[in-house]
């Protein structure tokens, strides 16, 4: 047995925290992944700090909150954004402190291959890359992946060189033979930590095996759903009525039972490798969808859809079996280092958030931060037009045990300011965000902006100055 835990990391990429059966929320089939809550932590708060896929996979990775990081938006074409070489990632500290590291999956911290030659040797298209072997893979060695590519029934993959392997399988079920592979092979004389990053349930909601589709009929709604009038999260129309809603609720739940399978596995390779009782597991995503809440779909809104995420934690011999206190994207990385008894390097924004997962102990003060800023052209060319950086803009907000605030800036230059809170306990599904003209809620509206504010000024985050100039105080 390694005197030093391994770390086998799965997540997936849109997939909410209600939507896996232990939760008690929507009616998804997950028996392998409600097993596994019941003999791990369940954190029943956590968010994902900036709802959107390279946001919080680069918090993630480097303990840093996304804008400090640069990304305001995905990795796609026409922008340059990327993880940069100076970070210092997760991967990178595992490999220091002696542990050989993988990575299995999407990436979708590189710059597309696009933005520089129109047709790279790697044949990468569109929003997706080749990272090649160094010091854009951040310490992961074992590599096993691509940028972003949404054929989940197609997928494919590069190792260390430019030619794709391209397997003609599901994309989780690929990758998790793959990831058995590794188990299987890797080295007993020293402690592995593995990445396993599944794309589905993300759109599109056809790519699903029909095995899986095959468990749902008809699915009841959220009582928050407006199945009649969809638009993105990028505010484009989608195809509405419920008869739609109905086929791509049931393609976004067949897709996590899919899932479920999968993991099922992961979690059958460990056993019978004698590596379970060494191995901590996490299971979790990078962002929710709203699957039609409140007439959207998608993500990089602040409702509960789009910013809660599973997280369940099974560390070997642990006893607590939930934990409620906040944590979120940039909080992962210093406290899975703590958990494998590895140093958090300086640059680390987040909390070591271990405590909480181990102890009886609990935070009801400790809130996560939240944002989100304009991301497609469309939305940031008018600020450019006027000499704004449309990164300052978009929305800020705090996730505190009960309550949600949000300031909103908006996508478009001239958009009023505006406030929203939510009691999360009163209304769970946030359809009556809470008056400010009383004078309890605005004095709780008063104190959790000033929390925000206080972060943005930490930050050095431009939307604060543009707040203070276009609203009043409180």
Known sequence: MNKQKNLLFVFADQWRGSAVGFAGEDPVHTPRMDAFC???TWCDHAFSTFPLCSPHRASLLTGRYPLSTGFYTNCKPGIDVRLQDDELCIGQVLKEGGYQTGYIGKWHLDEPEVNHDPAPASGARD?????PPGVRRHGFDYWYSYGTWDMHLDPHYWQDTPQWVRPGKWSPEHETDVALNYLKNVSRDKPFALFVSWNPPHSPYDQVPDRYLAQYGEVPFRGNVQPEHLQHHTWEQVPGGE????RMTRQYYAAI??????FGRLLDGL??????????VVLSADHGDMMGSHGLMGKHVWFEESIRIPLMIRIPGNRKLTCHTCIASQDMMPTLLSLLSLPIPETVEGEDCSVWLTTPAENPDRVSFLCACPGRDIFQKPFADRGLNAMDFGWRGVRTARYTYVMELGYAPDEEPRRF???????PLQVHPLSLDGPETRQLARELEEQVCGWMAAQQDGFAVHWQERTHKL
Do not use: K, P, V
Not at 127 to 131: E, G, I, K, L
Not at 271 to 280: C, F, N, P, R, S
């Open 257 to 262: 039972s899919g899932l479920d399978e999968q």
């Open 243 to 246: 008869e739609n809603l109905q």
């Open 421 to 427: 809170l939510y009691d999360n306990e009163a209304d």
């Open 127 to 131: 929003w997706d890359a080749f990272t």
């Open 38 to 40: 019941r003999e791990s």
């Open 271 to 280: 056993d019978q490798l004698g590596l379970a009782e060494d191995t901590i």
